[in-house]
């Protein structure tokens, strides 16, 4: 049955995008009726068979199944995101490595300045990547760079 349906679906998006006479109209109808009645077909067998023999589809390991899996989506979520947060402050740090023309020290007072402003916000990291490529200049020579940062980050 599975076959089937690939084979169905394959061809509707083919078919959806080729669409060019009023004959792939109706195909692509066709073709999304036939889901649809696979669809309900499945949808009720699935319940015949749950509400014919609940001792064989109701248990515990089935329950753990459906459990586990949402509960390790959103425990994987923030692990992801912490993730994203420390690619954006590498690609910060390489561009800070990157500008010769800025010594040290004020390196390290920018790099404060970001932790300080962006933390752990993937938007404002994102700003101030673009604040590092584009305001080169303003980075080396203005008198109080962390004030500097923090405005951008916030205006933008």
Known sequence: MIPV???IYTLKVFN????????????????????IIFGIFITSYTINEIYNSPEKYL???NL??????PVFTILFI???????VFI?????????????FIDNKRKKLIKSAIIKHANINLNS????????ISD???LKNEINIKNYILSNIVVR
């Open 16 to 35: 959806d995008n080729n669409i060019k006479t009023e004959s792939h109209v109706r195909v692509s109808k066709f073709l999304n009726f036939l889901l």
């Open 59 to 61: 248990t515990i390991s």
């Open 125 to 132: 990291l994102e700003i101030a990547k673009k604040i590092l």
């Open 136 to 138: 080169k200049f303003a």
């Open 78 to 84: 923030p692990i992801i995101y912490l993730i994203s």
């Open 88 to 100: 954006k402050y590498d690609d910060i740090n390489r561009f800070l490595k990157r500008y010769n």
């Open 64 to 69: 753990k199944s459906f459990v586990f899996s």
């Open 5 to 7: 349906i690939g084979l």
